[in-house]
């Protein structure tokens, strides 16, 4: 009797233990789910230094916050950007944090009504169209982030002007003709000539972003122009540094200054020469962080973006100049050790909403 | 068995009598046919540099020559590759690839500020290998798999891209050995050693195309492969040999394109295709195979350069450059090509 009476507690709680502890099982996975977005980040490739950079900084991010985290990369065809990430919003039934750089302009739609449908957090960055706002829809389009080409463009051009003593003529190198970014930062260059009538723009020439490109166009425009070039202005240190090399070749390297944007590693190291007068940076580990950063705080509730000022939802960032007067701190803090970034300062480096 | 008797008529002779010889060959002809034809290219160099001078003195500056010599080193490197590919009728479209891999062996071997490699001179040699290996492997697919060029080296540019994407970890590394770098830098002569490098890539391709074996059957296959293959030439093994070839080449200007750039990223070999295709094209080597030759690209290379130099001289904005190149392949393939043998145009 005992025994059985015993038996039949026994499996009874054996039973009620079970069924508790598959739902012990069970519940945390659930909340766990609940608890925890995957952090996606959307880019065009990894074989350029600078979104090789943005995965590292996005990466970082998730480590810091403790969470899982998948790149997709687009290979620069928009379709696939697009398929991709609607694939990571059904496998992760909408419980993601997405921060993309829309490989084109109109991409930036679909990305963010897909996102918003499933109800997963968006922020992108760089490409979107003028009539598409995060406000329109909450809470799921969190934030836009840009960093104002003009002003790229025209402080590199005002330190390069300082540089060569206020007077003399320059060449220019822009960057694909009919990319925003490239338009924007000639406009910057184009204000500061205006500012600086002593300056001469010798020459304007396209070298399509790319180091090779720029190498043979320097050589032909130290033909047609030769010690009339007292400085370089490049759209990106890319070119900059292609230029670089076809100064090197004819034993001119650091005695043309030249600047440019973007602080890949190559402009750092000429900048500490001397070579390169300075580079500014819209800080790819900060962008490929902070977008995760911001969609994650807002998807968490610890903001409301509903009830965040204009210019946190669309904003221009602040770009790190990179010259003479700081490039050893830089060195030491950006490319000797990863950099440290405070992830809870969302809105630091905000500087004013986006111009339309 | 009945035997022909009857002589084959010669090719300039069937030419000669086709009655829909469209209008600009006749005038070809009329001014002295193939002869005339074959010193297009020539002529269309010797006139624009002309134009040029008139327009800008400074073209002909010793200064200005070096650089055009310069900056022909590696696309005619490249382009002696791709030539003989060419020659045979078929394609090689891995030509950006295997420039990136060979860029990416040398930068990570040699002294550079990614790892702590320093291999020196091994590290070119290791390049140029991976070429050779890359164009070998192509070859292969083409003859054992039984895939046609386009397909086959098509899938080759992209397997070198990934690669060296992968190896480089998308970044750009910095090629630290400075005899390498004395490639771009030193001078002999008053030229930098890889304008050297590449006429030695001339020498070298100009003593394989005429006074080889190897370049007469390239030749022949080009023509017509099916006489070649019964007139006993192992169409295999010179398909792959030619293919290795090339990635020969291609591994050199690698070599020093990475010396020249003091770097190597994954995109270095960008739009290089291009403009190798576009300078074999112009020189009057003809894409169907079997006419033409390496002296012809040392041609189209050199008006390539020199009209890229003259638009940037004559201060042409860079709005239209683009083009003026493309008019300018049209009218030199126009005028230099055979096209009245070409029985159909696709």
């Given at each position: 009797m005992n025994d059985t009476k015993n038996f039949a507690v026994n499996r009874r709680t054996l039973m009620m233990g079970a069924t508790a502890g598959v739902a012990a099982l069970a519940m945390p996975?659930?909340?766990?789910?609940?608890?925890?977005?995957?952090?996606?980040?959307?880019?065009?490739?990894?074989?350029?230094?600078?979104?090789?950079?943005?995965?590292?900084?996005?990466?970082?991010?998730?480590k810091w916050a403790g969470l899982e985290h998948v790149t997709l990369v687009s290979e620069g065809n928009s379709e696939k950007g697009i398929a991709d990430i609607k694939a990571m919003l059904a496998k992760t039934g909408g419980n993601m944090v997405l921060n993309s750089d829309p490989n084109d302009t109109p991409d930036a739609r679909p990305i963010v009504e897909a996102c918003a449908k499933a109800g997963a957090y968006v922020v992108t960055q760089w490409n979107k169209p003028g009539d598409l706002h995060p406000k329109d829809f909450n809470p799921n389009y969190v934030s836009h982030i840009e960093f104002d080409g003009i002003d790229s463009g025209k402080t590199i051009a005002e330190i390069l002007f300082k540089t060569i003593g206020g007077k003399g003529g320059i060449v220019a190198l822009g960057g694909l003709i009919s990319t925003t970014a490239a338009i924007e930062r000639k406009k910057g260059l184009d204000a500061?000539?205006?500012?600086?009538?002593?300056?001469?723009?010798?020459?304007?020439?396209?070298?399509?972003?790319?180091?090779?490109?720029?190498?043979?166009?320097?050589?032909?425009?130290?033909?047609?122009?030769?010690?009339?070039?007292?400085?370089?202005?490049?759209?990106?240190?890319?070119?900059g540094s292609g230029a670089l090399e076809a100064l090197r070749a004819e034993n001119l390297a650091g005695k043309v200054p030249i600047v440019g944007v973007d602080g890949i590693k190559t402009?750092?190291?000429?900048?500490?020469?001397?070579?390169?007068?300075?580079?500014?940076?819209?800080?790819?580990?900060?962008?490929?962080?902070?977008?995760l950063a911001i969609g994650y705080n807002a998807k968490i509730g610890k903001f409301d973006p509903t009830k965040e000022p204009p210019e946190h939802r669309e904003f221009y960032g602040k770009a790190v100049l990179i010259s003479h007067d700081n490039v050893e701190e830089y060195y030491k803090t950006n490319v000797d050790a990863k950099p440290e970034i405070d992830w809870n300062d969302l809105w630091g480096r905000v500087t004013g909403a986006i111009r339309t | 068995m009945t035997i022909h008797t009857e002589p084959l008529k010669s090719v300039s002779d069937i030419e000669r009598t086709t009655p829909m010889t469209p209008f600009p060959g006749r005038i070809a002809t009329f001014l002295g046919g193939r002869r005339w034809r074959s010193l297009a290219p020539l002529a269309v160099l010797i006139v624009l540099c002309v134009l040029i001078a008139i327009a800008n003195p400074n073209f002909i500056e010793l200064r200005n020559l070096v650089r055009l010599a310069n900056s022909a080193a590696v696309p005619l490197t490249?382009?002696?590759?791709?030539?003989?590919?060419?020659?045979?009728?078929?394609?090689?479209?891995?030509?950006?690839?295997?420039?990136?891999v060979a860029a990416m062996v040398l930068v990570l071997l040699a002294a550079n500020d990614g790892n702590g490699n320093d291999y020196g001179w091994w590290a070119v040699l290791a390049a140029i290998a991976a070429g050779t290996a890359m164009g070998f492997v192509s070859g292969l697919i083409q003859t054992m798999l039984r895939i046609p060029s386009f397909m086959g080296t098509l899938g080759m540019w992209f397997i070198g891209l990934g690669l060296s994407v992968y190896m480089l970890g998308g970044t750009a590394i910095k090629l630290n050995d400075a005899s390498i770098r004395d490639l771009a830098l030193h001078r002999f002569l008053g030229l930098p050693v890889a304008v050297w490098v590449a006429f030695g890539a001339f020498l070298l391709a100009t003593v394989i195309q005429y006074h080889t074996k190897l370049g007469r059957h390239i030749l022949a296959i080009g023509g017509d492969e099916d006489v070649a293959k019964l007139s006993g030439v192992n169409v295999v093994r010179v398909r792959i040999t030619a293919f290795a070839l090339a990635g020969f080449f291609f591994g050199i200007a690698g070599?020093?394109?990475?010396?020249?750039?003091?770097?190597?990223?994954?995109?270095?070999?960008?739009?290089?295709?291009?403009?190798?295709?576009?300078?074999?094209?112009?020189?009057?080597?003809?894409?169907?195979?079997?006419?033409?030759?390496?002296?012809?690209?040392?041609?189209?290379?050199?008006?390539?350069?020199?009209?890229?130099?003259?638009?940037?001289?004559?201060?042409?904005?860079p709005y239209i450059q683009q083009t003026v190149q493309g008019l300018m392949i049209i009218a030199a393939v126009a005028l230099s090509l055979d096209r009245v043998r070409l029985k159909i145009v696709k």
């Open positions: 996975s659930v909340l766990r789910a609940q608890d925890k977005p995957t952090l996606v980040t959307s880019i065009r490739s990894l074989s350029n230094p600078y979104h090789a950079v943005w995965k590292t900084g996005a990466e970082a991010y998730a500061a000539l205006a500012a600086n009538p002593d300056i001469k723009l010798l020459d304007f020439q396209v070298a399509n972003w790319k180091s090779t490109e720029a190498f043979d166009l320097m050589g032909n425009l130290l033909t047609r122009f030769g010690d009339d070039i007292k400085g370089i202005w490049a759209a990106n240190d890319d070119m402009a750092v190291d000429a900048v500490r020469t001397g070579e390169f007068a300075c580079t500014v940076t819209s800080d790819p580990f900060w962008q490929g962080g902070m977008g | 490249l382009a002696m590759g791709l030539t003989f590919i060419i020659l045979m009728g078929s394609i090689d479209l891995a030509v950006e690839g295997t420039l990136s070599v020093l394109a990475a010396a020249q750039l003091g770097q190597s990223h994954a995109v270095i070999g960008d739009g290089r295709l291009f403009a190798a295709v576009t300078a074999v094209v112009v020189g009057g080597t003809a894409l169907t195979g079997g006419e033409g030759g390496v002296v012809n690209t040392l041609i189209g290379v050199l008006i390539v350069t020199v009209l890229a130099n003259g638009m940037i001289l004559l201060g042409i904005s």
